[in-house]
């Protein structure tokens, strides 16, 4: 594809500059654990006094851990519950939630009734984009339901024997990692269906950043339902009580298990053991990076899926060792904080060039801190674009007019982005783009923060 090279040799401080990170503390008073800490009518209330509730100090527990303490239970008494979870639903000791709640259902007086898998699974062994089968849990005899592949929203008939709804799911803070969107459909069926619906919170890996542009509600599919940024910057519990304020008109009886002792500016504190959330997310340095390099999924180039290090590395078989090089400078002149960039060549065993030997960079995080996922992933995606004359998007041809619907279009959430990269634009000016539609989004937060 010929494009008008558009190399930035500087930019200004207002391009350039991280936006502050903000600590917002706020608890609700002394609720005991395990209490409704939002309801359908309290979603939308700002957050009390900064530091007195749950989370404001003492000892990190997880949503679960608070929920299965003594006397929290309660609020599972006489409920028929199912489980919407996978392998990242798990106490700071790796019991798994399944286990935890099927322990206690006679302390709590309450019936497990079926688990809901999301993308991979209630066990995780499928790949990424397989459908998701209904079974019978062998462990616990459960039934399994998918809510990935033909059904992503749980019908009437799959809630007939439930009475309340419990998510447990550990996000990584992108739009298009599908389990929030599975959050959103198994929240507006419960709504629909008069059913209770509890988030045991979790923490979000990126932190309070927010970065990319809104979603184009007309670009709207499973890798991006509603109007959020590329990055939210919101725990799952606290996206949850967004979903229900903005997008579902407060129609769901929703309740919040919030952590307690949790710093939004510095999730990695907790020291959680990592459990891969999918089969390619297996590091916390893969989710410090995905909610960028996960771009590079829309182009003719490998993510690095099929390797070691997936979208920790991007290559392809028709980039020389110059044009690396060419790449990696590229990046460095953009002064991209918290990253450094060196040559890597990688032959995929699955995916996109599979068994070819493929010439690459590989992503090192030097402080996850300061690393910008969306912004870094966009200067990637920019300087293959402008170096190599053999990268195109993935659909080649059907990807041309602004008519056409293309996967960057459905992973950045609008078609600008592909606009600009296709005029020459830098990269900068697309951060500099999406900048207000991402503070006006972190305003909109202010009330569903709860940490």
């Keep these: 594809m010929n494009r008008t090279p558009s190399r930035p040799t500087e930019h200004s401080d207002a391009e350039g500059a991280r936006p502050a990170r903000r600590r917002v503390l706020a608890g609700l008073g002394a609720l ?25 100090g003492g000892e990190f527990r997880l949503g679960v851990e608070r929920l299965v303490e003594p006397g929290a239970l309660e609020t599972l008494r006489d409920q028929r519950v199912g489980l919407i979870t996978n392998p990242t639903g798990t106490d700071r000791e790796l019991r798994s939630t399944i286990d935890l709640l099927v322990a206690a259902q006679e302390e709590g007086g309450f019936t497990m009734s079926a688990l809901f898998g999301p993308e991979h699974g209630v066990r995780g062994a499928e790949p990424a984009g397989g459908a998701v089968e209904d079974y019978i849990d062998e462990k616990t005899g459960l039934p399994v339901r998918s809510l990935y592949g033909e059904t992503q929203k749980p019908t009437p008939e799959m809630l007939e024997d439930v009475d309340v709804l419990i998510f447990d799911i550990q996000d990584i803070g992108a739009r298009f990692y599908t389990y929030i969107w599975t959050l959103y459909y198994a929240m507006e069926s419960a709504g629909e269906n008069d059913k209770r619906f509890i988030v045991l919170d979790r923490p979000n890996p990126l932190g309070t950043d927010v970065e990319g542009f809104l979603l184009d509600p007309e670009l709207s599919t499973f890798v991006g339902l509603r109007e959020i940024p590329q990055t939210h910057g919101l725990t799952v519990g606290e996206l949850a009580l967004l979903f229900n304020g903005e997008f579902l008109d407060g129609a769901v009886t929703l309740e919040v298990i919030e952590m307690s002792g949790y710093d939004p500016e510095d999730p990695s504190a907790h020291d959680l053991p990592w459990v891969l959330p999918s089969p390619n997310i297996p590091t916390p340095e893969t989710a410090a990076v995905y909610a960028g390099t996960g771009l590079l999924e829309s182009l003719n180039v490998s993510e690095g899926r099929g390797t070691t290090t997936p979208f920790l590395w991007f290559g392809a078989p028709f980039i020389t060792e110059a044009q690396v090089d060419t790449i990696i400078a590229d ?62 998007w993935r659909e080649g041809e059907d990807c041309r007019t602004e008519d056409d619907v293309c996967w960057i279009d459905s992973l950045s959430g609008t078609k600008r982005t592909r606009q600009m990269l296709e005029e020459g634009a830098s990269a900068e000016a697309i951060v500099t783009a999406w900048r207000r539609e991402a503070r006006r989004f972190e305003l909109i937060t202010q009330r569903y923060r709860r940490y």
């Design 32 to 56: 005991p654990a395990g209490a409704v800490l939002a309801t359908a009518g309290t979603a939308q209330a700002a957050p009390a006094e900064k530091g007195r509730g749950p989370s404001g």
């Design 331 to 392: 990046l460095q002149d953009a002064e991209l904080p918290g990253v450094l960039f060196r040559p890597m060549f990688a032959t995929p065993t699955t995916s996109k060039h599979e068994g070819e030997f493929c010439g690459g960079v590989q992503l090192h995080v030097t402080d996850a801190d300061a690393y910008e996922p969306v912004r870094t992933g966009v200067h990637v995606v920019s300087a293959l674009l402008r170096n190599v004359e053999e990268v195109d």
